[in-house]
Nanobody
Framework: QVRLVESGGGLVQAGGSLRLSCALSGSIFSINAMGWYRQAPGKQRELVATISSGESTNYADSMKGRFTISRDNAKNTVYLQMNSLKPDDTAVYYC???????????????WGQGTQVTVSS
């Protein structure tokens, strides 16, 4: 069974940093894109950043220059380094992986359970 387990969330003061991790476990054939979304109370889930299998990255405009996404393919893990955090960054952060389970299988998105990030002013 494929699982994504996130860690690294917590409470931090404005201007501080956090590093989120998301580790995939289970039997898979390959991983395509990996990424992070977030959802603040009363708002829709929004893209934070994505990273392709070739390590091309894409960021939402408000995260550019502050957040860095990376992946360790040997560990099936995606990271999100968040610097210069603002109260507006407060949200539940969800990781996702686009996974191929078998050589003849289509790709499917899997999601983590979410980790809370709270930035105090």
């Amino acid at each position: 069974q494929v699982r994504l387990v996130e860690s690294g969330g917590g409470l931090v003061q404005a201007g501080g940093s956090l590093r989120l991790s998301c580790a995939l476990s289970g039997s898979i054939f390959s991983i395509n894109a990996m990424g992070w979304y977030r959802q603040a109370p009363g708002k829709q889930r929004e893209l934070v950043a994505t990273i392709s299998s070739g390590e091309s990255t894409n960021y939402a405009d408000s995260m550019k220059g502050r957040f860095t996404i990376s992946r360790d393919n040997a560990k099936n893990t995606v990271y999100l380094q968040m610097n210069s955090l603002k109260p507006d960054d407060t949200a539940v952060y969800y990781c996702y992986c686009n996974i191929v389970l078998g050589s003849l299988s289509p790709s499917t998105n899997y999601w983590g359970q979410g980790t809370q990030v709270t930035v105090s002013s």
